[in-house]
């Protein structure tokens, strides 16, 4: 048996390639990095052998396959979304947030859900794993970054219509994302001095004005008024001359308005690499950064490498957490 506290890898959408890209990221990882799948022990390809885990001991990490046992309704068809199993996909959210809470587990590493299905299933009134974990773990506000070794965002706008996002960029908005920014990248990543770049709104930040008032008139303002209070924070800055490699190696995570201006850069930077890192949270979670692709599940395609990242980064987040106590 490995002695140390494993992280907790809940299951996701049994139907979608949670699974395979986490068995696979097993192998690179090997003993490494103790870790447990939450999830049900029988949606396991060709009745593979695993090791029950305890959460009484939960030191004890047999090599190999280690499973804390989540009943689901029915086995997993894969590519077939099925509402009757949203309950056991939410249990195993929620298992591991609570056990990760008591130190029981170390964080949590989430594979992708389809929230769609659990909707259906289970009237799931949250718009993301980020939300839910921040009502799971009482906390107001939570943050979602990505990031890969070449860079690190964060939206300030998820899911939500372009036309809709000036309107949800508030002064309050704003300020309480840098705030949770600046503050997991030292307790998280262990950056002294975090400096955070903010994307500009409009095309060439309003250049001046000309091109709407945002920037000039709130993002500007907002940003002194932050820098005023020693954050290392700038902007806002044109987003088409951020996220080149010379212009990234002048910050340590760029703030974006809205979900594309964060997304496509790093997707294009490193599009099977990225991982899913929400700062504000007690517990430590990481995710792959991609959904459940249904359509290529359990076809052998699916790439591991961002699982490998989720998990490794997560490892990178207990260690740096553990130096600051």
Known sequence: MTQGLPLAITCGDPAGVGLEVFLAALKKIGNEIPVVWFGDGRHL???MPFAAWSPKTPHNIAPGLN??????????????????????????????????????????????????????????????????????????????????????????????????????ITKEVFEITVKIIHSGLIKDFGIKNPRILVAGLNPHASEGGSIGTEDTDHIGPWVSDLRSQGILISGP????????????????????????????PIKTIDFFGGANVTLGLPIVRTSPDHGTAFDIAGKGIANEKSMVHAIRTAHLIIKSRRNAA
């Open 45 to 47: 390809p060709n009745n």
């Open 67 to 168: 499973v804390y046992q989540i009943d689901f309704t029915n086995p997993a068809v894969l590519g077939q979304a099925d509402p009757e199993n949203a309950e056991g996909v939410i249990s195993s959210i929620e298992k591991a947030t609570k056990f990760a809470k008591s130190g029981q587990v170390s964080g949590i590493c989430t594979a992708p859900i389809n929230k769609k299905n659990l909707k259906v299933g289970t009237n799931f009134k949250f718009s993301g794993h980020t939300e839910y974990l921040a009502y799971l773990c009482g906390v107001k506000s939570a943050v979602m970054m990505l990031t890969c070794p070449e860079l690190k965002v964060v939206p300030l706008t998820i899911h939500i219509p372009i036309r809709d996002v000036p309107k949800a």
């Open 237 to 264: 800055s044109s987003a088409d001359t951020m996220f080149h490699k010379r212009a990234r190696g002048d910050y340590d995570v760029a703030l974006c308005m809205y979900h594309d201006q964060a997304l496509i």
